[in-house]
């Protein structure tokens, strides 16, 4: 958008330059009204005139004013336009004021630009700064709540986790709900690119401070353009230009402390000795069995104390052991400028950034050179090269999607691990198991611990996932005749992702493989050329037109190769290169997938008040069925500005509404993000039976593979208030989606690979209200306060399925389902078996099976009704639907407030409408050997005893729901949380001549508090990451972080 | 002169404007066009004779699936009673099976059913997609792998038929057993199919075994195909044990006979000469492919049984899952397993702090013991369980001996009655036969109660337990069922 802005301005002063001389001379100085500094580069325009010049490098001008000419016009981008009278004075200064609006006058559309006048879909504007200061890995993770209508959850508190992104909801099942990200014109992958545990988010290889604004598509009549790709809305990214003037230079520097919150309270060594006896003796009287002999001790008790070398009793607070106080930094110095024919931006960045689990860790380094030169007077070039390289590291967090039940998952060894066993030997050496066994040493305890010792598996193992990365762009735009533009545009986004892991061979996943190490490496070549034609006619100012053809073809290809390597020859080796006696390959892929499309839009509005534009677009796609790959999408929009009407200009109203505009939009967009390239191909996949070569029926296709469609719907308000002092947006929508492209689960009696197969089939619909307000509500000059509140509600519902609508389960580390896709309930509902409490009499967990019946459970006894008699198990097929895991409302509430030389945001999120299945919850009440929160000691232990948790038996994983999923760990997702706060001040201009014009200094905090009643660790949560069939579970995840952050911003 | 120097200009930027839409244009037709690169389409898959051996080792790859018969079928039978105690309470190792708590959620019960008809409809594709290229092969290759593909689909059906339908002792089979599927699926469609009952399940598996015996070699050419591909008395063999789960004794002895001589040594009068090895542990050690190994799933390092399915990992020191019960009535403590038995002394060790447990199979990564299947020790067995009950006296006693004095010379089984002699046989198959998948099929095939030791109580034939339930993915897709 800067670019067009810049280009209009380069042809304002191309007329300024033919002004004829004429009597009288005026100068003075522009300034910058925050700063003081002089603004170089500053219009000077004489009002009604086209005389007109441009400040200096110092900020002054000078100027003839032809005779009757009274008014100077200051206009500069991204500063409010300014009107002087010159009366009889012949020095007349200026202080602009930035324009903070003026991000949002403009926005991009695909593959032009429209001024915010003129656009009637529904889009959202963020800018840049409010994204490049905060302790983040990528820019998505700063967006969080900033736009209506965009929900973004962090899963948790692994550096580099994907996060979810969700425009209107969710609104594919099997295919991805992400949106489609476009950097500077070319749509990149955003898929994980990690092969183990370092999770490798690749928006986290953009450096957030290089991006100028972000720009949200939500509706089909922005979006459509994007045809096949838009149906989860689009995420442009605009990076930085530079402006007109001497170069300037800025640094933004942060350090950063994070830690773990809102970690669940565990049992000390003593109540873990205590509990978990008392349950060993409640589970003997039922079941003399139930611990054989060899594993029962003094008082038929298993576990006892150990004791340091000091004969202190140990007790390890083993969150200690596996998560820190990290400290991250963060650099990025910017060299712009340009003259009126060229303009360069230039950036260096570096982050090093350390997670608050120990062992993970983020470094990215990146550099970037945008260039935007004119040519000729009909010819502008520009290009932007980006490269990047990002290094991710993680232990096995179990915090990656699909991960959650990994048993060396720090986040859950740190949980269940036993308080009553140590670290360290007193030698210093890692405490394990010294049989060959693959657990912690168990000192006195008579049960062993299943889990492993966790710090050789943070010191020792090794995950990591580095991606170097170029992303460059070359666009050239020609003007062929008046109104007639043609731009060309080809991008490159070229990335090597290396995958590294290392496995120790004493202790945890690698011990069994005697050391295992995975290399893996992927390229990914994605190219972009783009083509449009644009023609802008403006007929007596009234008949405004602008119509586009265009081209657009991509092609991604992404080469795989690796090789997995067991059985270390010698524990000196602690890498892949190092000398194994096992060979196999492994991870080894190619994956290719082209789109190819046509489109044409036509913008048309008459006088400013109507607005009409239709777009329209011939999509082809490789994924898809040969017969089946294009299709044809578009939309229209229509728009009135009853603000520019004169009956409105003419009534009293419009002293007060400044802006009145209804709009409305219609459009069909596609869904191509398919899951596989090649779901319509029936395939065999090769293997060995032994070593013998071996072929087996792997897919089953479909060859009738189309398009999923939606059909969306936006009716909008757009509202200007007091001279648009308060804005205000109001949006309803309606996206239904059709020919869902599903995983159609097959019975698995028929054989199919995998048990499905893609076919369009199913429905569902999003449908919502969005508002957002804009206002400030103070401005005297020396204070102001802006404030922006969003709020988005909307509603999901699955209208039809596959296979006579068969739900479709979903699946949390393989393990566990707590969520079902079903018709008439959102998708991914939460589902679980009913209880109904414990019983006061006997202490059993009472269950509420299929029929309604209420059944108690009582470990190594058995069901029974509740007089006694016996009843069938209640099992996870007695489950039942829930609620809704997806917010039914969220937002944010944004407050800038300005005082002198002081600078504070307060950013509040929301959410809410939506339940949430603690799985940990589950683990942390099991009574097997983990270690238990502090909940159990509530558990039952007299008859007449009223409380939630049921009698302690060794052994149970049923009745806290270990076994199966129970509604007794479903909670709320409702909160409120102080997503950031920051306090800045400016420093007063005290550096004379150092070169430094401006440094600002700030300090941040990032989830500075959060009230909510959710009991887990953070109702943002997501441990099946992006996953649409399994929202809202947490399972075995490390927590959320606190970030506290000082930085600087300086300005030379 | 202005007007032709714009025009000049004009073509420059047309020229300029051509270069991209040329590009465009050469894309070629075919730039939509992307195919799998290292899979192959069905529409080449039997291309070639070549490819189409590869094929049926695809099925034979297929049923040993670490999640089916590589590992997990036979670990499951073996800890749901009382020859194992558990050490680990973790489900992924079926701590929920041995506990008798698992339902039909199981997600590994689910991965065998699934397994399992995977690797029916896979032979169900490839028997109809021979038929098709039969012209592409001799006729001799095409009866072969036609049989290979029935073999396989017969021990498919019968192992999952075994677990989860009633046992067929107990009714004549008349009880609901599985949804039979013997047409190829590969499209969105027949998802609903009812449950025949457990006798036609049977009655195809025997169809399929006796085609199978019809068309395949007497033998595969070498000691390694003899061992994991099947030849004519794999298919016997076979018979022998779904016979005697039917309880169709003289149906075993019948089929017995053809490979079993009729006085010790007991050997294979034709097709490959199966014989007891006179040392039990050369069966379990490298290259695992004696004359006793009737037909075992092959493991290599390029081709190991997969996280959790190995027989070692559970069963050795791999990570020891489930050690022996040393006490009443876990077989260890048994008196006809004797403590100078070369089954206790060279296939059991002790483990430090834990107690006894198997060497049978190697408990070191990457875990490549073959998986026996079929062991002509267990033909033996089942031949002298036959004839004890309806047969032989004296040739049951010389069968069980065989068996049990390759290991235990000394052993004097004394004067047994018919009972006696049967229940010396049955416990000879604990022996024998430990953590090679027999225990539950046992048990539920003879009506006795599970003496669960994960229970803590005996599972009677009535209890739900007895059985495994359908999966809950079968119950929620199959309509019909």
Same mark, same amino acid.
């Given at each position: 958008?800067?670019?067009?802005?810049?280009?209009?301005?380069?042809?304002?002063?191309?007329?300024?330059?033919?002004?004829?001389?004429?009597?009288?001379?005026?100068?003075?100085?522009?300034?910058?009204?925050?700063?003081?500094?002089?603004?170089?580069?500053?219009?000077?325009?004489?009002?009604?005139?086209?005389?007109?010049?441009?400040?200096?490098?110092?900020?002054?001008?000078?100027?003839?004013?032809?005779?009757?000419?009274?008014?100077?016009?200051?206009?500069?981008?991204?500063?409010?336009?300014?009107?002087?009278?010159?009366?009889?004075?012949?020095?007349?200064?200026?202080?602009?004021?930035?324009?903070?609006?003026?991000?949002?006058?403009?926005?991009?559309?695909?593959?032009?630009?429209?001024?915010?006048?003129?656009?009637?879909?529904?889009?959202?504007?963020?800018?840049?700064? &409010?994204?490049?200061?905060?302790?983040?890995?990528?820019?998505?993770?700063?967006?969080?709540?900033?736009?209506?209508?965009?929900?973004?959850?962090?899963?948790?508190?692994?550096?580099?986790?994907?996060?979810?992104?969700?425009?209107?909801?969710?609104?594919?099942?099997?295919?991805?709900?992400?949106?489609?990200?476009?950097?500077?014109?070319?749509?990149?992958?955003?898929?994980?690119?990690?092969?183990?545990?370092?999770?490798?988010?690749?928006?986290?290889?953009?450096?957030?401070?290089?991006?100028?604004?972000?720009?949200?598509?939500?509706?089909?009549?922005?979006?459509?353009?994007?045809?096949?790709?838009?149906?989860?809305?689009?995420?442009?990214?605009?990076?930085?230009?530079?402006?007109?003037?001497?170069?300037?230079?800025?640094?933004?520097?942060?350090?950063?402390?994070?830690?773990?919150?809102?970690?669940?309270?565990?049992?000390?060594?003593?109540?873990?000795?205590?509990?978990?006896?008392?349950?060993?003796? =409640?589970?003997?009287?039922?079941?003399?069995?139930?611990?054989?002999?060899?594993?029962?001790?003094?008082?038929?008790?298993?576990?006892?104390?150990?004791?340091?070398?000091?004969?202190?009793?140990?007790?390890?607070?083993?969150?200690?052991?596996?998560?820190?106080?990290?400290?991250?930094?963060?650099?990025?110095?910017? &060299?712009?400028?340009?003259?009126?024919?060229?303009?360069?931006?230039?950036?260096?960045?570096?982050?090093?950034?350390?997670?608050?689990?120990?062992?993970?860790?983020?470094?990215?380094?990146?550099?970037?050179?945008?260039?935007?030169?004119?040519?000729?007077?009909?010819?502008?070039?520009?290009?932007?090269?980006?490269?990047?390289?990002?290094?991710?590291?993680?232990?096995?967090?179990?915090?990656?999607?699909?991960?959650?039940?990994?048993?060396?998952?720090?986040?859950?060894?740190?949980?269940?691990?036993?308080?009553?066993?140590?670290?360290?030997?007193?030698?210093?050496?890692?405490?394990?198991?010294?049989?060959?066994?693959?657990?912690?040493?168990?000192?006195?305890?008579?049960?062993?611990?299943?889990?492993?010792?966790?710090?050789?598996?943070?010191?020792?193992?090794?995950?990591?996932?580095?991606?170097?990365?170029?992303?460059?762009?070359?666009?050239?735009?020609?003007?062929?005749?008046?109104?007639?533009?043609?731009?060309?545009?080809?991008?490159?986004?070229?990335?090597?992702?290396?995958?590294?892991?290392?496995?120790?061979?004493?202790?945890?996943?690698?011990?069994?493989?005697?050391?295992?190490?995975?290399?893996?490496?992927?390229?990914?070549?994605?190219?972009?050329?783009?083509?449009?034609?644009?023609?802008?006619?403006?007929?007596?100012?009234?008949?405004?037109?602008?119509?586009?053809?265009?081209?657009?073809?991509?092609?991604?290809?992404?080469?795989?190769?690796?090789?997995?390597?067991?059985?270390?020859?010698?524990?000196?080796?602690?890498?892949?290169?190092?000398?194994?006696?096992?060979?196999?390959?492994?991870?080894?892929?190619?994956?290719?997938?082209?789109?190819?499309?046509?489109?044409?839009?036509?913008?048309?509005?008459?006088?400013?008040?109507?607005?009409?534009?239709?777009?329209?677009?011939?999509?082809?796609?490789?994924?898809?069925?040969?017969?089946?790959?294009?299709?044809?999408?578009?939309?229209?929009?229509?728009?009135? %500005?009853?603000?520019?009407?004169?009956?409105?200009?003419?009534?009293?109203?419009?002293?007060?509404?400044?802006?009145?505009?209804?709009?409305?939009?219609?459009?069909?967009?596609?869904?191509?993000?398919?899951?596989?390239?090649?779901?319509?191909?029936?395939?065999?996949?090769?293997?060995?039976?032994?070593?013998?070569?071996?072929?087996?029926?792997?897919?089953?296709?479909?060859?009738?593979?189309?398009?999923?469609?939606?059909?969306?719907?936006?009716?909008?308000?757009?509202?200007?208030?007091?001279?648009?002092?308060?804005?205000?947006?109001?949006?309803?929508?309606?996206?239904?989606?059709? =020919?869902?492209?599903?995983?159609?689960?097959?019975?698995?009696?028929?054989?199919?690979?995998?048990?499905?197969?893609?076919?369009?089939?199913?429905?569902?619909?999003?449908?919502?209200?969005?508002?957002?307000?804009?206002?400030?509500?103070?401005?005297?000059?020396?204070?102001?306060?802006?404030?922006?509140?969003?709020?988005?509600?909307?509603?999901?519902?699955?209208?039809?399925?596959?296979?006579?609508?068969?739900?479709?389960?979903?699946?949390?580390?393989?393990?566990?389902?707590?969520?079902?896709?079903?018709?008439?309930?959102?998708?991914?509902?939460?589902?679980?078996?009913?209880?109904?409490?414990?019983?006061?009499?006997?202490?059993?967990?009472?269950?509420?099976?299929?029929?309604?019946?209420?059944?108690?459970?009582?470990?190594?006894?058995?069901?029974?009704?509740?007089?006694?008699?016996?009843?069938?198990?209640?099992?996870?097929?007695?489950?039942?639907?829930?609620?809704?895991?997806?917010?039914?409302?969220?937002?944010?509430?944004?407050?800038?407030?300005?005082?002198?030389?002081?600078?504070?945001?307060?950013?509040?999120?929301?959410?809410?409408?939506?339940?949430?299945?603690?799985?940990?919850?589950?683990?942390?009440?099991?009574?097997?050997?983990?270690?238990?929160?502090?909940? &159990?000691?509530?558990?039952?232990?007299?008859?007449?005893?009223?409380?939630?948790?049921?009698?302690? !038996?060794?052994?149970?994983?049923?009745?806290?729901?270990?076994?199966?999923?129970?509604?007794?760990?479903?909670?709320?997702?409702?909160?409120?949380?102080?997503?950031?706060?920051?306090?800045?001040?400016?420093?007063?201009?005290?550096?004379?001549?150092?070169?430094?014009?401006?440094?600002?200094?700030?300090?941040?905090?990032?989830?500075?508090?959060?009230?909510?009643?959710?009991?887990?660790?953070?109702?943002?949560?997501?441990?099946?990451?992006?996953?649409?069939?399994?929202?809202?579970?947490?399972?075995?995840?490390?927590?959320?972080?606190?970030?506290?952050?000082?930085? !600087?911003?300086?300005?030379? | 002169?202005?007007?032709?120097? %714009?025009?000049?200009?004009?073509?420059?930027?047309?020229?300029?404007?051509?270069?991209?839409?040329?590009?465009?244009?050469?894309?070629?037709?075919?730039?939509?066009?992307?195919?799998?690169?290292?899979?192959?389409?069905?529409? =080449?898959?039997?291309? %070639?004779?070549?490819?189409?051996?590869?094929?049926?080792?695809?099925?034979?790859?297929?049923?040993?699936?670490?999640?089916?018969?590589?590992?997990?079928?036979?670990?499951?039978?073996?800890?749901?009673?009382?020859?194992?105690?558990?050490?680990?309470?973790?489900?992924?190792?079926?701590?929920?099976?041995?506990?008798? %708590?698992?339902?039909?959620?199981?997600?590994?019960?689910?991965?065998?059913?699934?397994?399992?008809?995977?690797?029916? =409809?896979?032979?169900?594709?490839?028997?109809?997609?021979?038929?098709?290229?039969?012209?592409?092969?001799?006729?001799?290759?095409?009866?072969?792998?036609?049989?290979?593909?029935?073999?396989?689909?017969?021990?498919?059906?019968?192992?999952?038929?075994?677990?989860?339908?009633?046992?067929?002792?107990?009714?004549?089979?008349?009880?609901?057993?599985?949804?039979?599927?013997?047409?190829?699926?590969?499209?969105?469609?027949?998802?609903?199919?009812?449950?025949?009952?457990?006798?036609?399940?049977?009655?195809?598996?025997?169809?399929?075994?006796?085609?199978?015996?019809?068309?395949?070699?007497?033998?595969?050419?070498?000691?390694?195909?003899?061992?994991?591909?099947?030849?004519?008395?794999?298919?016997?063999?076979?018979?022998?044990?779904?016979?005697?789960?039917?309880?169709?004794?003289?149906?075993?002895?019948?089929?017995?006979?053809?490979?079993?001589?009729?006085?010790?040594?007991?050997?294979?009068?034709?097709?490959?000469?199966?014989?007891?090895?006179?040392?039990?542990?050369?069966?379990?050690?490298?290259?695992?492919?004696?004359?006793?190994?009737?037909?075992?799933?092959?493991?290599?390092?390029?081709?190991?049984?997969?996280?959790?399915?190995?027989?070692?990992?559970?069963?050795?020191?791999?990570?020891?899952?489930?050690?022996?019960?040393?006490?009443?009535?876990?077989?260890?403590?048994?008196?006809?397993?004797?403590?100078?038995?070369?089954?206790?002394?060279?296939?059991?060790?002790?483990?430090?702090?834990?107690?006894?447990?198997?060497?049978?199979?190697?408990?070191?990564?990457?875990?490549?013991?073959?998986?026996?299947?079929?062991?002509?020790?267990?033909?033996?067995?089942?031949?002298?369980?036959?004839?004890?009950?309806?047969?032989?006296?004296?040739?049951?006693?010389?069968?069980?001996?065989?068996?049990?004095?390759?290991?235990?010379?000394?052993?004097?089984?004394?004067?047994?009655?018919?009972?006696?002699?049967?229940?010396?046989?049955?416990?000879?198959?604990?022996?024998?036969?430990?953590?090679?998948?027999?225990?539950?099929?046992?048990?539920?095939?003879?009506?006795?109660?599970?003496?669960?030791?994960?229970?803590?109580?005996?599972?009677?034939?009535?209890?739900?337990?007895?059985?495994?339930?359908?999966?809950?993915?079968?119950?929620?897709?199959?309509?019909?069922?």
């Amino acid at each position: 958008m800067r670019k067009l802005l810049l280009m209009s301005f380069v042809m304002v002063l191309a007329l300024l330059q033919q002004a004829y001389a004429q009597s009288r001379t005026v100068t003075g100085t522009v300034t910058d009204q925050g700063t003081s500094q002089g603004l170089p580069g500053v219009a000077v325009i004489v009002k009604g005139t086209t005389v007109g010049t441009t400040t200096g490098a110092d900020g002054t001008y000078s100027i003839t004013v032809p005779e009757g000419g009274n008014t100077l016009v200051f206009r500069f981008i991204g500063y409010q336009n300014l009107e002087k009278t010159i009366g009889n004075a012949s020095v007349v200064n200026a202080a602009l004021a930035t324009d903070d609006k003026m991000l949002s006058e403009v926005i991009v559309t695909g593959y032009a630009t429209q001024t915010r006048e003129e656009f009637t879909g529904a889009a959202a504007t963020v800018g840049g700064d &409010v994204i490049k200061d905060r302790p983040v890995q990528s820019f998505a993770q700063a967006l969080t709540g900033r736009a209506a209508g965009v929900n973004i959850v962090q899963p948790n508190g692994l550096l580099n986790n994907p996060p979810v992104i969700r425009i209107r909801g969710i609104n594919s099942i099997s295919l991805s709900s992400f949106p489609l990200v476009v950097v500077d014109g070319i749509p990149i992958s955003t898929d994980d690119a990690s092969a183990n545990s370092a999770t490798n988010n690749p928006l986290g290889d953009i450096n957030p401070s290089d991006i100028e604004s972000i720009d949200i598509l939500k509706d089909a009549a922005s979006s459509s353009i994007y045809g096949s790709r838009a149906a989860n809305g689009v995420l442009l990214i605009t990076t930085k230009r530079g402006k007109q003037g001497k170069a300037k230079v800025t640094y933004d520097g942060w350090v950063s402390s994070n830690s773990a919150v809102r970690l669940p309270e565990l049992l000390n060594a003593q109540q873990y000795i205590d509990h978990k006896n008392g349950a060993i003796a =409640n589970a003997l009287k039922l079941n003399p069995k139930a611990v054989p002999a060899s594993q029962l001790g003094e008082g038929n008790k298993s576990f006892f104390p150990n004791y340091n070398a000091d004969g202190s009793m140990v007790d390890t607070d083993w969150y200690d052991e596996v998560y820190r106080t990290a400290l991250s930094h963060n650099h990025s110095l910017t &060299v712009s400028g340009g003259t009126d024919k060229t303009s360069y931006y230039f950036s260096a960045g570096f982050t090093d950034q350390e997670g608050f689990l120990k062992a993970n860790d983020f470094e990215r380094r990146s550099g970037r050179f945008n260039l935007s030169h004119q040519a000729t007077d009909w010819m502008k070039l520009s290009a932007n090269v980006n490269y990047n390289n990002t290094l991710n590291n993680a232990p096995n967090s179990g915090s990656a999607p699909g991960a959650a039940f990994n048993s060396s998952g720090l986040g859950r060894i740190a949980v269940a691990m036993s308080p009553n066993l140590a670290p360290r030997r007193a030698d210093g050496s890692y405490n394990i198991n010294p049989e060959r066994n693959n657990t912690i040493d168990n000192g006195n305890n008579l049960i062993p611990t299943s889990w492993a010792n966790p710090l050789p598996l943070i010191d020792l193992d090794k995950n990591s996932s580095e991606t170097s990365r170029i992303i460059a762009n070359l666009a050239a735009d020609l003007t062929l005749a008046k109104g007639l533009t043609f731009r060309s545009s080809y991008s490159w986004d070229r990335g090597n992702t290396e995958n590294i892991q290392f496995w120790n061979p004493y202790q945890g996943d690698g011990w069994n493989y005697n050391g295992y190490a995975y290399n893996n490496n992927a390229k990914r070549n994605n190219w972009n050329l783009v083509n449009t034609l644009q023609f802008q006619k403006s007929i007596n100012d009234l008949h405004n037109f602008t119509v586009l053809v265009g081209s657009d073809v991509q092609k991604t290809r992404v080469e795989n190769w690796g090789a997995v390597r067991q059985d270390l020859s010698d524990p000196f080796f602690t890498q892949f290169q190092g000398q194994f006696g096992i060979n196999v390959a492994g991870g080894n892929g190619i994956t290719q997938r082209a789109y190819e499309a046509y489109l044409g839009s036509v913008n048309y509005n008459f006088g400013g008040r109507y607005f009409i534009s239709a777009n329209y677009r011939r999509d082809g796609n490789s994924a898809l069925a040969p017969e089946k790959r294009w299709g044809d999408f578009g939309g229209a929009s229509v728009g009135w %500005t009853i603000s520019e009407e004169e009956f409105f200009k003419n009534s009293s109203v419009a002293d007060i509404v400044t802006n009145f505009r209804l709009k409305g939009s219609w459009g069909r967009v596609g869904n191509g993000n398919l899951p596989s390239a090649y779901g319509a191909y029936t395939t065999y996949g090769a293997g060995l039976y032994g070593e013998a070569s071996a072929l087996s029926f792997s897919q089953a296709g479909n060859n009738e593979l189309q398009w999923e469609t939606s059909n969306q719907t936006n009716i909008g308000l757009d509202l200007g208030v007091l001279n648009n002092r308060i804005s205000f947006e109001a949006n309803y929508y309606h996206n239904d989606i059709d =020919n869902l492209i599903l995983y159609a689960p097959q019975a698995p009696s028929k054989g199919i690979p995998g048990n499905e197969i893609l076919i369009n089939v199913g429905s569902m619909y999003n449908k919502g209200f969005e508002f957002a307000i804009n206002a400030v509500p103070v401005d005297n000059g020396n204070f102001t306060w802006s404030t922006n509140l969003n709020l988005t509600l909307n509603k999901n519902e699955v209208t039809s399925l596959a296979n006579n609508n068969a739900p479709i389960i979903g699946s949390t580390g393989g393990l566990e389902s707590a969520n079902i896709t079903t018709v008439g309930e959102s998708v991914g509902s939460i589902y679980v078996v009913r209880t109904a409490g414990v019983n006061p009499d006997n202490g059993r967990r009472i269950f509420i099976n299929k029929a309604g019946e209420e059944v108690q459970y009582l470990h190594h006894s058995g069901w029974t009704y509740l007089d006694g008699r016996p009843a069938k198990a209640v099992s996870s097929a007695d489950a039942q639907v829930y609620g809704s895991s997806l917010p039914k409302w969220y937002g944010g509430f944004s407050n800038t407030l300005k005082y002198g030389n002081f600078d504070m945001n307060l950013m509040f999120t929301y959410s809410g409408g939506n339940y949430i299945y603690n799985g940990s919850q589950a683990g942390l009440r099991d009574q097997r050997v983990w270690n238990n929160s502090t909940d &159990v000691l509530r558990a039952w232990t007299t008859p007449g005893q009223q409380t939630d948790i049921p009698l302690a !038996v060794w052994g149970d994983n049923v009745s806290n729901g270990s076994s199966f999923p129970i509604d007794a760990n479903v909670q709320k997702g409702d909160f409120l949380r102080l997503q950031t706060a920051t306090l800045g001040y400016r420093l007063p201009n005290l550096f004379g001549n150092s070169g430094i014009s401006s440094v600002r200094v700030y300090a941040q905090v990032d989830n500075a508090f959060l009230i909510t009643k959710y009991k887990g660790v953070d109702p943002e949560i997501s441990t099946n990451g992006n996953s649409n069939t399994a929202p809202g579970v947490e399972r075995n995840t490390i927590p959320q972080g606190r970030a506290f952050t000082f930085g !600087v911003n300086v300005g030379f | 002169m202005f007007y032709i120097k %714009t025009k000049k200009q004009y073509l420059i930027r047309l020229a300029l404007l051509a270069m991209p839409l040329a590009g465009l244009t050469s894309c070629e037709k075919d730039f939509l066009e992307a195919i799998p690169e290292t899979s192959i389409s069905d529409a =080449n898959a039997f291309d %070639t004779p070549d490819r189409i051996e590869t094929l049926v080792n695809g099925l034979y790859l297929s049923a040993k699936s670490g999640t089916f018969l590589g590992g997990r079928y036979q670990i499951y039978n073996d800890i749901r009673a009382e020859e194992f105690i558990n050490r680990s309470p973790n489900n992924v190792t079926g701590y929920d099976i041995w506990q008798h %708590t698992s339902n039909s959620n199981n997600t590994y019960l689910s991965n065998m059913w699934t397994q399992g008809y995977l690797t029916i =409809n896979r032979v169900n594709l490839f028997l109809d997609g021979l038929e098709k290229n039969k012209e592409k092969i001799d006729s001799e290759l095409y009866a072969q792998y036609q049989a290979e593909a029935k073999f396989i689909r017969a021990l498919s059906y019968f192992s999952l038929v075994q677990i989860f339908a009633t046992p067929y002792t107990q009714d004549n089979g008349a009880s609901p057993g599985l949804p039979l599927r013997l047409q190829p699926e590969t499209s969105s469609a027949n998802n609903g199919l009812a449950r025949s009952s457990v006798a036609k399940v049977y009655e195809q598996i025997l169809k399929d075994l006796n085609e199978a015996e019809a068309g395949l070699p007497d033998t595969q050419g070498s000691a390694l195909l003899n061992t994991t591909r099947a030849h004519k008395n794999s298919a016997i063999a076979l018979k022998t044990r779904v016979n005697l789960v039917k309880g169709d004794y003289a149906g075993v002895i019948t089929e017995g006979n053809k490979i079993v001589s009729a006085t010790a040594p007991f050997t294979a009068p034709t097709g490959v000469k199966h014989a007891l090895q006179a040392d039990i542990t050369s069966v379990f050690k490298a290259p695992y492919t004696t004359a006793e190994s009737i037909f075992s799933v092959p493991m290599a390092a390029t081709n190991a049984p997969g996280t959790q399915n190995q027989l070692g990992y559970y069963f050795n020191a791999g990570n020891l899952e489930y050690y022996l019960n040393p006490n009443e009535p876990g077989i260890y403590a048994d008196p006809q397993w004797a403590a100078e038995d070369d089954r206790k002394t060279k296939l059991t060790a002790n483990y430090d702090g834990i107690g006894r447990h198997l060497t049978k199979f190697s408990g070191v990564s990457p875990y490549t013991d073959f998986v026996p299947i079929i062991r002509y020790a267990e033909v033996l067995l089942n031949l002298a369980e036959a004839e004890a009950r309806v047969g032989d006296q004296g040739r049951s006693l010389a069968l069980l001996e065989a068996v049990h004095h390759r290991s235990d010379a000394d052993y004097d089984f004394g004067d047994l009655s018919q009972q006696e002699l049967i229940d010396a046989i049955l416990t000879e198959r604990r022996i024998e036969l430990i953590a090679e998948g027999f225990r539950a099929n046992d048990i539920v095939r003879t009506g006795q109660p599970i003496r669960s030791q994960g229970a803590g109580t005996d599972i009677a034939p009535t209890d739900p337990r007895y059985i495994f339930p359908i999966p809950v993915s079968e119950v929620n897709n199959n309509p019909d069922l």
